[in-house]
Nanobody
Framework: QVQLVESGGGLVQPGGSLRLSCAAS????????MGWYRQAPGKQRELVAT???????NYADAVKGRFTISIDNAKKTVCLQMNSLKPEDTAVYYC????????????WGQGTQVTVSS
């Protein structure tokens, strides 16, 4: 059974940094694409970044050059390093796992709040 548990959110000043972690149990990274999404108040959930087991990454234009997604296979975690944070990065951040082999399925974590404010 897949379970995703996020941690690391909080309040940070503009220009600051945070590191989010997603503990992924029941996930075999070789057959999943892992990702981070976010949802701001009144807005739709949007892609932040994804990563494959081979290390291929994809980032939303709004976070390119500031955020880095990574996988720690030994710890079974997916991390999102967020630097140069802006108030518009304020949102609930969700970890996502998408199985790319049959049977296709996907899973979400419960989310962690990130607030960027002075």
């Amino acid at each position: 059974q897949v379970q995703l548990v996020e941690s690391g959110g909080g309040l940070v000043q503009p220009g600051g940094s945070l590191r989010l972690s997603c503990a992924a149990s029941g996930v075999i990274f070789s057959i999943y694409v892992m990702g981070w999404y976010r949802q701001a108040p009144g807005k739709q959930r949007e892609l932040v970044a994804t990563i494959t087991n081979g290390g291929g990454t994809n980032y939303a234009d709004a976070v390119k050059g500031r955020f880095t997604i990574s996988i720690d296979n030994a710890k079974k975690t997916v991390c999102l390093q967020m630097n140069s944070l802006k108030p518009e990065d304020t949102a609930v951040y969700y970890c996502h796992a998408e199985r790319i082999t049959f049977p296709r399925s996907d899973y979400w974590g419960q989310g962690t709040q990130v607030t960027v404010s002075s």
